[in-house]
């Protein structure tokens, strides 16, 4: 599904084909144009011009769909970071991915949200930091891996999440001050030089062979 199906914002009739994928498209066209609490089954049945019912055939209540929509996040997300996962230098690819992870955040962050929220079964298998690459996670997992000592790579792992995750809430959540002109820039930036500055210390005392 391309990215700029999140500007679209009018009813389009379903025809035929994959009505849930359909269903799943719709629910997130109404959380981007307008908010969390817009979505309903009833909202994207009108959207995809499906009957009030043909929801309930796919999703129990609005909690299922809320959850199709996340885990369909994450497999946007894991889409934007394998287009920038480029390059034999570990450590610009591991800026790159962290800085897509927050712009991705920052373009979308109701969808953000939803992903990263408190019910568990939207991140389900997406949680563990492998090196799956059919997975955000495993993406960032395999740099990971490749920039830091194996000893390491649990504490890299969970400091280099932390600053994504935690940078991209400041952000959306608008609590960064003073507010950035341009967020991406202070993203790449931060990102360059935590991942920098880690990376530097862990190998001058710990030098080893990396995973």
Known sequence: MPDDVYGV????????GDL???????????????????????????????????PYRHFA????????????????????????????????ALVDLATAHIEFAIEHPDLFRLMFGPDPQIGGDQADLTDNP????????????????????????????????????????????PPPEDLQAVARGAAAFLIGRLADSSNSSNPQEHG
């Open 9 to 16: 914002n009018t009813p389009r009739a379903y025809h035929h």
């Open 61 to 92: 209540d609005k909690s299922a769909l809320l959850t199709a929509i996340g885990q369909h996040g994450f497999v946007l997300l894991r889409d934007r970071l394998k287009r920038v996962d480029e390059g034999a230098d570990p450590r610009k």
């Open 20 to 54: 849930r994928r359909a269903l799943v498209e719709a629910g997130f066209e109404i959380l981007e144009a307008e908010g969390r609490e817009a979505l309903t089954l009833r909202s994207v049945s009108d959207r995809t011009g499906v009957s009030k019912m043909a």
């Open 134 to 177: 059919d997975t955000a996670f495993g993406i960032l997992a395999r740099r990971i891996r490749q920039v830091f000592p194996k000893a390491e790579i649990g504490v890299a792992t969970l400091s280099c999440w932390s600053f994504v995750h935690g940078l991209a809430t400041l952000a959306i959540d608008r609590r960064l001050r």
